[in-house]
């Protein structure tokens, strides 16, 4: 498992001590945000998958890779519109999720890039402390429940396949130096226990 650094424990003690004097700004939806620059397949694509067999519109975590200043310019707006913490644009960012575009290989470096972005973009301001959350998205698989209703004890994921595309993902957004990990949106409970456990 990735190590806790004393650079994160000293992040947590300082958030602590700011939580104790004010409430701290979120930013907010990634996806919308991304949605409102109206991009092509092309811009996904960029030049580094002209050729990728699948369609990678609507693949947001993969503009980390090819629209680089796109997902920086979305962490910019909302830090001076002065939000404390940006999440990571890593919703589906985990080998799960990425099997559905074929570039699941691609979740660790995705991760990667996604927290340099968001830490890059935080540094820009020196008025109060900036943070960024590592975001680890559901995935779109289930682990308490079956996904055919004619069979409750199928699973079509397993809790060491979960487990281990967290960590990917975790040891991703660590290594890009993310502050805090975020675990976003929570709808089955057994998938969120994997991913706590996969950081």
Do not use: W
């Not at 020196?126 to 055919?148: C, E, H, I, Y």
């Not at 993902?169 to 969120?192: R, Y």
């Amino acid at each position: 498992k990735p190590r806790i650094s004393t650079g994160v424990f000293f992040v947590m003690t300082r958030l602590k001590n700011i939580l104790q004097n004010r409430i701290l700004v979120f930013d907010g939806a990634m996806g919308t945000m991304v949605q409102s620059y109206n991009l092509s397949e092309a811009d996904f694509r960029s030049e580094r998958f002209i050729k990728h067999p699948r369609d990678l519109k609507g693949n947001n975590d993969i503009l980390c890779l090819t629209r680089p200043e796109v997902v920086s310019e979305i962490h910019t707006a909302y830090f001076h519109a002065g939000a404390d913490i940006v999440e990571t644009n890593t919703f589906n960012a985990n080998a799960i999720s990425q099997a559905d575009y074929g570039t699941e290989d691609l979740a660790y470096e995705i991760n990667l890039e996604a927290a340099k972005i968001a830490k890059v973009s935080s540094a820009a301001y020196s008025d109060k402390p900036r943070f960024v959350a590592g975001a680890l998205g559901p995935t779109n698989r289930t682990a308490s429940l079956s996904p055919q209703v004619n069979d409750p004890g199928f699973r079509n994921v397993s809790f060491d396949i979960l487990k281990e595309a967290y960590y990917e993902q975790a040891k991703g957004l660590l290594d890009g130096g993310v502050d805090l990990f975020l675990i976003e949106t929570v709808f089955d409970t057994l998938n969120c226990k994997r991913k706590e456990l996969g950081c």
